[in-house]
């Protein structure tokens, strides 16, 4: 069974700092992985997904990257500021059974 | 372009009462979704739906119904709500399954009383 671990639970930075999100997954039979952002009492928005053949995706100031063999993906932010203060979440497709399995988020606070 | 929509956005019901929540999209995606939210537990794939006509279970399917009714929608029916089911709902599609991006619809608070 797949099962999707995020750490940490929380994070605070200070703006301006550069951080690393951490995604971890046992099942290497994957079809992609997806990072999302949800706001509070919002829904989820895609971020980047990676698809199982490809390392790295990226979009302006983030950077995913993913390591297949060992079940592993980390979410980069560069020069974060205030409005990045959200839960990201990353989710893994399976090839197996198609289902898609998330992670249950960082909270990341940006300090002004 | 309207996205993935749910209604209702909010909801109380008493245990034992049942209740549809509506999911529609108009993205011509032929894949579906249903999850809950729960603090501390994360996204939980309730069912799926691969392509019209076809559904099946995820993670937590027990005390749900789906019916894909067509492409563009995809209903999730509680027969006998219970207080566990108190949770956040949310209904996801894509284009297809494994390659493609999930867009999801706002969310449904669901409290069971």
């Known amino acids: 069974k797949q099962e999707v671990t995020q750490i940490p639970a929380a994070l605070s930075v200070p703006e301006g700092e550069n951080l690393v999100l951490n995604c971890s997954f046992t099942?290497?039979?994957?079809?992609?992985l997806q990072w999302f952002r949800q706001d509070p009492g919002k829904g989820l928005t895609s971020l980047l997904l990676?698809?199982?053949?490809?390392r790295e995706q990226t979009s302006g100031r983030l950077n995913a990257s993913l390591d297949k063999s060992s079940g592993r993906s980390t979410l980069y932010i560069a020069a974060s500021q205030p409005g990045d203060s959200a839960t990201y979440l990353c989710?893994?497709?399976?090839?197996?059974?198609?289902?898609?399995?998330f992670g249950k988020g960082t909270r990341l606070h940006i300090l002004p | 372009n309207a996205g993935v929509t749910q209604t209702p956005k909010f909801q109380v019901l008493k245990t034992g009462q049942s209740m549809t929540l509506q999911c529609a999209q108009d993205?011509?995606?032929?894949?579906m979704y249903w999850y809950r939210q729960d603090p501390g537990m994360g996204l939980r794939l309730i069912y799926y739906?691969?392509?019209?006509?076809?559904?099946d279970k995820g993670e937590v399917p027990n005390g749900y119904n789906v019916s894909r009714l067509n492409k563009r929608e995809f209903s999730l029916r509680l027969e006998s709500a219970a207080p566990s089911q108190t949770s956040v709902y949310f209904c996801?599609?894509?284009?297809?399954?494994?390659?493609?991006?999930?867009?999801f619809g706002p969310g449904t608070r669901l409290l069971v009383l």
């Open positions: 739906s691969a392509s019209e006509g076809t559904t």
């Open positions: 099942d290497s039979a994957i079809y992609n």
């Open positions: 996801a599609s894509t284009y297809s399954q494994g390659g493609e991006t999930q867009y």
């Open positions: 989710a893994v497709s399976s090839d197996r059974d198609d289902k898609i399995i």
């Open positions: 990676i698809q199982s053949s490809q």
């Open positions: 993205m011509n995606h032929n894949s």
